[in-house]
């Protein structure tokens, strides 16, 4: 068996295709949804990233307030711009992007944009909606792997989930989202983590693996079982002197040797990553429908 490939970069170019429908329809109502973006410094994985979403507005009509800040802005100054973006009717959404130059507490400027425009979905407001089940915007990244999931005619109800890794960005609320009463939900979970004993005994037994560890060759093929779907959430550099950067991009998973043993597999590059940008535009689209009751 060879693994059908999940292609992450189709499943976002779908949903961008619609996001832009949805923009035009909302225009005509004379809404423009906008996304107000913050860099502080100049890491060049930030920067890049940072450009990607800047093009990624533009390319299906929102409004973009861009905002790249020099590695001294003192604290004040950055929350004096996130207090303006809250007050300014134009923005539905606001990106900071981590990590922020040592010196600025993040998590103060976290806490400091409103709930109701966090389309990171990472102020504490909305991690408690999302737990309770109620409307809030679903941290980015996690809520790519449930769409490319549903997408991609996964049955998640009824179906064991292993998640590989606990971290707050995509762990513990991809955990809470695939248990949710809801579409896209009813699954039994597992999370193991750094002191779980024999990881594999747990991911030998599930029908969806999702590695989110941030380590190469954590999932091996011999902790698959046969026609199993597993999703590579891990983005990791290895040394390569083939490439031109020195380096190339492998996940967490073994992808050569899992993919002649799973169902489906998403590959890295091209799997989940381009839908962490893709949700973070709908999350604005979203936030602009209920800034104004459409």
Do not use: W
């Not at 906008?34 to 930030?46: H, K, N, Y």
């Not at 993040?106 to 400091?112: I, R």
């Not at 737990?131 to 064991?160: N, Y």
């Not at 381009?274 to 979203?286: A, K, R, Y």
Request: aromatic share 2%; net charge neutral.
């Amino acid at each position: 068996m060879t693994a059908r490939i999940i292609d992450g970069k189709e499943i976002a170019r779908q949903i961008r295709t619609e996001l832009a429908e949805e923009v035009q329809r909302l225009k005509t109502l004379g809404v423009v949804p906008g996304l107000g973006v913050i860099l502080v410094g100049e890491d060049p994985a930030s920067r890049s990233y940072v450009m990607a979403k800047e093009k990624a507005c533009h390319e299906i009509g929102l409004y973009s307030d861009d905002n790249h800040l020099p590695a001294t802005t003192s604290q004040e100054e950055l929350l004096a711009l996130v207090r303006r973006m809250n007050a300014d009717p134009r923005i539905n959404g606001i990106l900071v992007q981590l990590p922020l130059p040592k010196g600025l507490d993040e998590s103060k400027v976290l806490l400091a944009i409103d709930p109701d425009k966090d389309v990171d979905g990472f102020h504490p407001l909305n991690v408690g909606r999302m737990v309770l089940g109620e409307k809030a915007f679903m941290p980015c990244t996690p809520h790519g792997v449930v769409q490319m999931l549903c997408r991609s005619g996964v049955v998640i109800d009824g179906a064991h989930a292993v998640i590989v890794g606990r971290s707050n960005i995509v762990g513990k609320p991809l955990a809470n989202m695939l248990m949710q009463k809801s579409p896209g939900g009813n699954a039994t979970v597992t999370v193991c983590h750094t002191r779980t004993r024999d990881i594999g005994r747990y991911t030998r037994e599930a029908d969806i693996v999702i590695a989110a560890a941030g380590r190469p060759n954590t999932i091996t093929a011999d902790m698959i079982r046969e026609g199993a779907v597993v999703i590579d959430v891990g983005v990791n550099r290895i040394e390569d002197a083939s490439r031109k950067q020195g380096f190339r991009l492998v996940g967490d998973v073994d992808f050569e040797a899992v993919k002649e043993k799973a169902g489906m597999i998403t590959p890295v590059p091209g799997g989940v990553g381009p839908m962490t940008i893709t949700m973070l535009l709908h999350n604005t689209v979203e936030s602009a429908r209920r800034a104004h009751n459409l």
